[in-house]
């Protein structure tokens, strides 16, 4: 599966280096150690945070830094992860869990377009305070996070469809 995501060229190594040392401080809190194994496992989710891998496909790239390394210690370290709220599981309707990091400082996760035809994700921001305040005070419900996918076709697909001469499905098609 195929995504964009908002990233700068400069200081990459930098930016790594600070975020592995803030999710050892946040490991050490726990009483966790950072394991070459848990090192491994961040560095690669690090390196490729724009392409949601899935827990196969973190495993495949770790295996590279660490080759002695199982796919059940991946797993295992995905899900203290998500325990711990440095990363989210997230699931896009194709059936695999993939994973990426939860933004830093941000009450809520952001949002995803998903493309049906050549499964690209792209990520957009949260739009849905207004909303989100109104339903608290409407319902009396204190709102803590939500997550919004929305399914369709990206501008690539859509202009391939024209230049074929084919239709996109419609949507009641897609239901």
Known sequence: MKSERRTGG???????ADRLQQIKKLLHAEQLKLTPQREATLRVLLENQEAHLSAEEVFMLVKHKAPDIGLATVYRTLELLVDLRIIEKLNFGDGVARYEFRERDQPHHHHHLICLDCGKVSEI?????????????????????????FLGYCRECQEKTKTEGTALPSVAEDR
Do not use: K, N, Q, Y
């Open 10 to 16: 400069a200081g990459v190594e930098e930016r790594l």
């Open 125 to 149: 921001e949260d739009l849905l305070g207004d909303l989100e305040r109104s339903i608290e005070t409407r319902h009396r419900f204190r709102i803590v996070d939500h997550r919004v996918s």
